[in-house]
């Protein structure tokens, strides 16, 4: 899945993929953030948010949104995979495929 960008507001083709949003699956596999790497960690890109936005966000309200964050993280469990090339993609797929399974089976 990837975010049809402004396209999602508007409706118009013409804005698909126009201020497109990055994937924030996985994230906690990939720092540095941001495409220059500036944010070294989730709570250095949470903090870049609260100061350009004037968020105000407390130290708690912070730690649960990096706490939210790490979640769309599944490390690969070795043995329960095939080793794949990209494997943080991979690892992102994994999870959505266990969570699959368990959805699908009968109560
Ligand atoms: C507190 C709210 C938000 C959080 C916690 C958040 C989190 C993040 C994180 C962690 C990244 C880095 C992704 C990566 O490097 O792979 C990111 C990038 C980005 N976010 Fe957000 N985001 C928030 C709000 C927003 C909003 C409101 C917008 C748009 C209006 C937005 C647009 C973007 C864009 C365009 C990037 C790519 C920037 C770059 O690569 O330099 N984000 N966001």
């Known amino acids: 899945m990837t975010d049809p960008g402004r396209a999602l507001i508007t409706g118009k083709w013409k804005d698909v993929g126009r201020f497109k949003g990055p994937m924030l699956r996985g994230l906690a596999g990939r720092a540095p953030y941001f495409h220059n790497g500036s944010a070294a960690s989730l709570l250095d890109a949470v ?4 100061v350009r936005f004037g968020l105000g966000l ?22 329960r995979h095939p080793p794949a090339r990209d494997t ?5 797929t994994a999870a959505a495929c266990r969570h699959n399974q368990r959805g699908s089976r009968p109560a």
């Open 58 to 79: 407390t130290d708690e309200q912070k730690s649960d949104l990096v706490a939210f964050l790490r979640t769309l993280y599944r490390r690969l469990r070795p043995n």
């Open 88 to 92: 943080l993609r991979h690892a992102a």
């Open 47 to 50: 903090n870049f948010y609260d």
